[in-house]
């Protein structure tokens, strides 16, 4: 399934600033939610194995090789044993990640290792995880991943324009960005645990969606504070509001702090409660993790065998 | 292609079922008829004089309840007057120690009793699992606290003697848990009428209550229809009456109880406003909405049933409503994932369908939302009514719905009977 870019729309200030976020009222959405809706047996089988394809399955270590990038790249053509895909007759599915996710030096590794595949690789770019390089080097970042042969770029924004009201200045940014982009598609990381207030989340959303994004993400994984459903609400009802004003499907990625399987589960809850079905594929869903899809590897485990194996037995890399 | 491909094209929640296993055999064990508890005695159920219980959600009988005459409340209000004596007289902690057992049984016993809840009532599990039992279990620890203080915290207070009282239909055992441990803790002896349509916890509380050791005449459970209650209401040997019900009711229980000298205590309905200003997160206000008219299928009496919006946002909020009222689930109250589940009776939802007819003659706007999954139970889908401008009320304390009014703000300059 493909859709139409978000090709972003004018600087709308005005937008911005009547935003308002009532924050008792999100903690208590993002806290009930998860008690209200379920998915069991099949259907949480099933579910878990949708969750392995929206993963972005990421390596963002300063200790990251060649060989550990292949290892992963392995992981992500096939996510799950052979044995496992067949008893829970998805063979034909050729189930894959959603991505990998990589720094620009890997990227070359990472595409060698997923050629045949359809797999994209995404890279991290323009100064992540601090975003604080001179713009011309993180544009020029972006253009080289983008040349490496990165489909997609994961961005960080400028914190300082959002903590600074600087809407013009976050907003010509990101622009450039989508520019140097081409037609590798933009994720924007808003690093939401830097922004303070969820009304700042809530207006950076809608910045980097007028500058044309193809994704907000919440974070870097390098913040104290990662991905929560707090956020991950707030920043999926201004997709929606986008939407609703332009006709723009813009998509969501939540990552850091996302380990288990019951985690993916509440954010695809969300994401079907929030936006619908539509943004429960990768076209417009992603998860950025690592070690989630070892723990989603023993659930499904669990449901074919009714047994637990230790988690050294579902090793990533 | 097998069943977890076939979900994976759907992405549907697809079932999950809390189990009806324990509140079944805890009915067989009782032959699915039941007397009443007077005097920590149970009656022998009756076969000429007995009510069906049916299960709102499958409209099938499930037991039969006991309807009970003026004989089986003279026992009742008899055998309260008797361990009034005893109970009345006890210190503080050793009411405490009784109360603080029998609150550790609910929990004990919290699943059984939510699920029988929801198959007397129609309420989703979630609600009596979540909110309605944990919260029973919580009044009585709470009022255990008063009982075991009550010397020291609460001095010169007396307690009243033979309290009568009647609970409605919505929240049964817990709307039983506000009247029953804050009596009990005060050292009253208590005669309750829990409704005939949803009496079914108010038993297995009995069965509990007799389990810890509250002695015989405390709590007496009387079953049967509104004539029963009104025996107990108009019995002189009570000495206060509480009620939590309807408007109606409350009134003509003022009415026939005025120059008795009896206490009374009365919680009745209302029609309350959910107020919407511009400068509001409106996403947040929908499912704040969301939760003021549709938790427990409207059935709250303070139930945010009328919605006044300010009216440069009212378009857009009605927007947003609507597509919110599309992600409700309605169904199986014992599914875990459903949010409105089946209407208490028969005739409740008649008189909701009657009330929504006559609000479309008069030229509201019904929203539907199009909510499959009926099993031939009685269930009813998300409704709101769009006004759009103030006119009559909506029957104050009658119309127990999941339904929501709507109103643009600065129309609705009044409503007839506030604060009802």
Request: hydrophobic share 45%; glycine share 8%.
């Amino acid at each position: 399934m493909s859709i139409d870019r978000n090709p972003g729309m004018a600087l709308d200030l005005d937008w911005v600033s009547e935003t308002r976020v009532n924050r008792s009222a999100v903690e208590r959405r993002a806290s009930t939610l998860p008690g209200r809706r379920t998915v069991k047996s099949h259907w949480q089988a099933a579910w878990l194995v949708r969750a392995i394809q929206v993963i972005d399955l990421t390596t963002l270590g300063g200790d990251d090789t060649p060989g550990n990038v292949r290892r992963l790249c392995a992981k992500a053509r096939n996510p799950i044993r052979a044995d496992l895909a067949d008893a829970l007759g998805i063979t034909s599915l050729g189930l894959t990640t959603g991505a990998v996710c990589v720094y620009h030096e890997m990227v070359e590794s990472a595409v060698h290792a997923l050629a045949g595949t359809q797999i994209p690789v995404a890279a991290v770019s323009a100064g992540f995880p601090a975003g604080l390089n001179p713009l011309d080097l993180r544009i020029e970042e972006i253009r080289r991943s983008v040349a490496a042969g990165a489909r997609e770029i994961d961005i960080v924004i400028s914190r300082r324009h959002v903590l600074t009201g600087n809407w013009r200045a976050l907003y010509d940014e990101t622009r450039a960005f989508r520019e140097a982009c081409g037609t590798a598609h933009l994720k924007t990381i808003l690093a939401t645990g830097e922004l303070a207030t969820l009304r700042n989340v809530y207006r950076a959303s809608l910045i980097c969606m007028m500058a044309g994004a193809d994704f907000i993400k919440t974070s870097t994984g390098k913040e104290t504070v990662n991905a929560t459903l707090p956020v991950s609400l707030v920043m999926v009802r201004a997709i929606r509001a986008y939407q609703a004003r332009t006709g723009a499907k813009v998509g969501f990625k939540p990552a850091g702090g996302l380990r288990t399987a019951k985690q993916a589960l509440d954010w695809l809850i969300l994401m079907k409660e929030e936006l619908g079905d539509e943004w429960l594929s990768p076209t417009l869903f992603r998860i950025g993790a690592s070690s989630l899809l070892a723990d989603i590897e023993r659930q499904l485990e669990h449901y074919l065998t009714g047994a637990y194996s230790a988690s050294f037995r579902h090793p990533m890399q | 292609m097998t069943k977890v491909a076939d979900i994976l094209t759907t992405m549907e929640y697809g079932p999950a079922p809390e189990s009806a296993k324990l509140a079944n055999q805890w009915l067989d064990a009782h032959s699915r008829a039941f007397g009443m508890y007077i005097g920590g005695q149970w009656t022998t159920p009756t076969p000429d004089r007995m009510i069906d219980v049916i299960n709102p959600s499958t409209a099938k009988r499930i037991a039969a309840i006991s309807h009970g005459t003026a004989d089986n409340v003279d026992a009742a209000v008899a055998a309260a007057r008797k361990a009034f004596k005893s109970w009345s007289q006890m210190p503080g902690h050793a009411r405490a120690k009784l109360m603080y057992g029998l609150a550790r049984k609910i929990q004990k016993h919290a699943r059984l009793l939510a699920v029988l809840e929801t198959m007397d009532n129609g309420k989703p599990i979630r609600e009596t699992r979540d909110i309605d039992i944990p919260l029973v279990a919580r009044h009585f620890y709470h009022h255990a606290g008063w009982a075991q203080v009550m010397d020291t915290e609460l001095p010169g207070y007396t307690p009243v003697g033979v309290v009568g009282q009647v609970v409605p239909w919505n929240f049964p055992l817990l709307m039983l848990a506000w009247k029953i441990a804050p009596a009990i803790a005060a050292g009253n002896t208590i005669v309750l009428k829990p409704s005939k349509w949803t009496s079914l916890s108010a038993l297995a509380f009995a069965e509990l209550c007799d389990d810890a050791g509250i002695p015989p005449g405390v709590v007496n459970i009387i079953t049967g229809d509104g004539g029963t209650g009104d025996i107990l209401l108009q019995h002189p040997g009570i000495d206060k009456i509480a009620f939590t019900g309807s408007t109606e009711v409350g009134r003509h229980i003022r009415n026939v109880t005025a120059g008795s000298g009896k206490k009374l205590s009365l919680e009745l309905g209302g029609k309350s406003p959910f107020i919407v200003f511009e400068d509001a997160d409106l996403d947040s206000a929908i499912e704040g909405i969301v939760d003021a008219i549709w938790f427990n299928q409207g059935q709250v009496c303070c139930a945010g049933s009328r919605l006044l919006v300010q009216e440069g946002i009212a378009e857009e909020l009605y927007r947003r409503l609507r597509a919110r009222m599309e992600k409700l689930r309605v169904g199986d109250p014992l599914d875990k994932a459903v949010d409105i589940g089946a209407i208490v009776a028969k005739a409740q939802l008649v008189e909701i369908e009657t009330l929504v007819r006559q609000g479309q003659a008069e030229g509201a706007i019904l929203w539907r939302a199009l909510l499959g999954m009926s099993n031939g139970g009685i269930l009813l889908s998300s409704d709101a009514l769009h006004r759009g401008r103030a006119e009559r009320h909506d029957r104050p304390g009658r119309d127990f719905w999941p339904r929501a009014g709507g109103n643009d703000l600065p129309h609705a300059s009044r409503s007839d009977r506030p604060g009802q």
